[in-house]
């Protein structure tokens, strides 16, 4: 991929991070892309700036579960099942749960 310009290139990697807040906001983006050599050296720093400045969106039941769980079943290629979603935005959420037990999903193993 071939930007036009710097600033081109600023806009996208400030919307992968927006991006990247919105799906796991207990996470900054910085620890993520410091992986990535930026030039010039200063960039990651505005884009850190950047980002700090953004309001965080409601991040929904549980900490928003549902969008963080579809994007690991996306990124290691497993089935996004519908009845862990409904369970946990909805049992979990209205029980004050605090901890995600995995036997709790052991019925779905037959399906």
Known sequence: MKMASSEDVNEVL???GTCLRK???G???VRILKKVTMEPSERLANLQALW??????????CGGFSQMYACVCDW?????????????????????????N???FSHLDHR
């Open 27 to 29: 996470l900054s983006p």
């Open 76 to 100: 290691l290629g497993f089935p996004y099942r519908e009845e862990v979603q409904w369970d946990v935005d909805t049992i979990y959420l209205t029980q004050d749960t605090r901890e995600l």
């Open 14 to 16: 400030a919307h992968i």
């Open 102 to 104: 995995l036997q709790d």
């Open 23 to 25: 799906i796991f906001p």
């Open 52 to 61: 700090d400045s953004q309001t965080v969106a409601e991040l929904g039941p």
